[in-house]
């Protein structure tokens, strides 16, 4: 009997020097935190000399919407992307990247009625694509000239045949992803 409450007080000891340390811990992380001052810092940039392109992300997308006449938008600090509401429709861009330069926007696309949806698909697409400069795809959507990969039952890629691969501009295709009565597109490209 002796030795169990010998046990039993070896335990509480333990635990009380622990919560004893946590405390410790904690009170520290106070005083630091009340001398320090804490300043957010954005996400966005990493300071790297040896980047082969201008990594900012936010200055790179907000030019890529100015070009396309496009002055109103939100920045998504935490996820880097431009938040652009047009019409209806709710698009998420970015540009960037320090040894791809990546053009992506995603959106997402609403299926009520099965009958045309393909072909009101593709004529958003194609609308989207060729509004904010994705050239290559522009012409091919336009051309019909794409192959429609299919990568389960839920979602397909629409790929792209490189026309000059000295360009170093590497097409990732068009991932579509259903989803309930919503389709959700990603369209991307990069330098290399």
Known sequence: ???????????ISLVSCSKEKDAVVENNA??????????????????????VF??????LTKEWLKDVGIKKFSWDQKNNKAIVIQNQDTLLLYKGGCNHLTSSLEFKFE???????????????????????????????????????????????????DDDPEDNLIYNGIEIKSQANKVYITISEYYN
């Open 111 to 161: 299926n009520k009625n099965e009958a045309d949806f393909d072909s009101r698909l593709l004529q958003k697409i194609s609308e989207v694509v060729c509004k904010f400069q994705f050239e290559n795809y522009c012409t091919k959507i336009n051309n019909n000239q794409f192959e429609k990969i299919k990568s389960n039952d839920m979602s397909y890629l629409l790929d792209f045949e």
């Open 30 to 51: 106070v005083k630091i935190d009340s001398i320090v001052p804490i300043k957010t810092i954005a996400p966005t940039v990493k300071a790297d000399d040896d980047c």
């Open 1 to 11: 009997m002796k030795n169990r409450i010998y046990i039993l007080m070896l335990l």
């Open 54 to 59: 201008d990594n900012n992300p936010q200055e």
